[in-house]
């Protein structure tokens, strides 16, 4: 297992520039009055392909040779990786075939077609897109890049809290979701050299809690296809992210479904930018944990905006 350092953060950042945004980071008086932290939103939803994913698609991408490029990419996810990934094959100019459960929402499959990926669908179970991956990839040869467990991803993903810092200053804690852990990991690829002092909360819906329940164990706990409204984050942690998770998260923070609603609505109110609901669950564990963000510089990754217009998850409350 090749476990990345800060100097693939480096490159995935000088490889990926051209193809992604530097997405801005906003503030909020009234979240910093209802948190009673200073809080800097890291707005990722607000990047291309509308998720901080396409930074580590596109490192995976832009980092095949020429032959691997011609037989194409390949991958499974519930939405966000697909389309990222399908973004950055299209950049690249190399075919992309994706598995999605068929519960996928369709704004991201939508999406997916958009950017020029091929869609193969499943059942809503990670052993259904692993099996389902496994056969194309010995069909036709395309280099499979894994939605998180990969370390030209997690370099990739690493760039965007090295912004953040660049942006904010120095910060006392960084929050973000975690579902196989590709963005936490990240997160303490680059803050274990740039700022080895700043606390790493991992934030997990309570339906789906397996890396809550494996950090307290020790060792990996995997839970196929969770019921959350986070759809991003219905997957289980693999050998390269708990690595990192076992390492450098300081504590996994759980919220209820009702708390992820109200905080996807709160910020599209207050805020005025589209976050979807697995972004969502960072803002709401620091909302529920006034005792431990109080008067603390917080930075929170706002993982993405890929939000099915139709289907809005506070419609029918």
Not at 119 to 144: D, H, K, M, Y
Request: with cysteine.
């Amino acid at each position: 297992m090749y476990v990345p350092t800060f100097d693939d953060v480096r490159r995935a950042h000088a490889r990926i520039y051209p193809w992604i945004h530097r997405t801005p980071v906003l503030a909020s008086d009234t979240l910093d009055r209802m948190s009673g932290a200073r809080l800097f939103f890291k707005c990722e939803n607000l990047q291309k392909a509308g998720a901080f994913k396409v930074r580590g698609a596109s490192n995976a991408v832009f980092s095949l040779d020429d032959e691997q490029a011609e037989r194409g990419v390949a991958t499974h996810s519930s939405g966000n990786h697909a389309l990222s990934l399908s973004y950055a094959a299209a950049c690249r100019g190399t075919p992309c075939t994706v598995i999605m459960p068929r519960t996928a929402s369709r704004a991201k499959m939508r999406a997916v077609t958009g950017y020029g990926g091929e869609i193969v669908t499943c059942e809503p179970s990670l052993a259904a897109r692993e099996a389902a991956l496994n056969n194309l990839v010995e069909r036709t040869g395309a280099s499979f890049v894994h939605p998180y467990n990969d370390h030209r991803v997690i370099a990739g993903q690493a760039t965007c809290v090295r912004e953040l810092l660049d942006d904010s200053g120095q910060l006392d804690a960084v929050v973000a979701p975690i579902g196989g852990g590709g963005m936490i990991s990240g997160t303490a690829l680059s803050l274990a050299t740039i700022a080895p002092d700043t606390r790493i909360y991992a934030a997990e819906p309570a339906n789906a809690d397996d890396a809550h329940r494996s950090l307290k164990a020790g060792h990996i706990i995997e839970d196929d296809a969770p019921d959350t409204v986070a759809d991003g984050l219905r997957v289980s942690l693999r050998e390269l992210t708990w690595h990192f998770v076992r390492r450098h998260v300081s504590d996994i923070l759980l919220t209820t479904e009702e708390e992820i609603i109200d905080a996807m609505r709160l910020v599209w109110e207050r805020m005025k930018i589209v976050i979807e609901p697995s972004s969502a669950v960072a803002v709401a564990v620091v909302l529920k944990h006034p005792d431990i963000f109080r008067d603390r510089r917080v930075g929170i990754i706002l993982t993405g905006g890929n939000v099915d217009m139709y289907r809005l998850p506070w419609v029918d409350r």
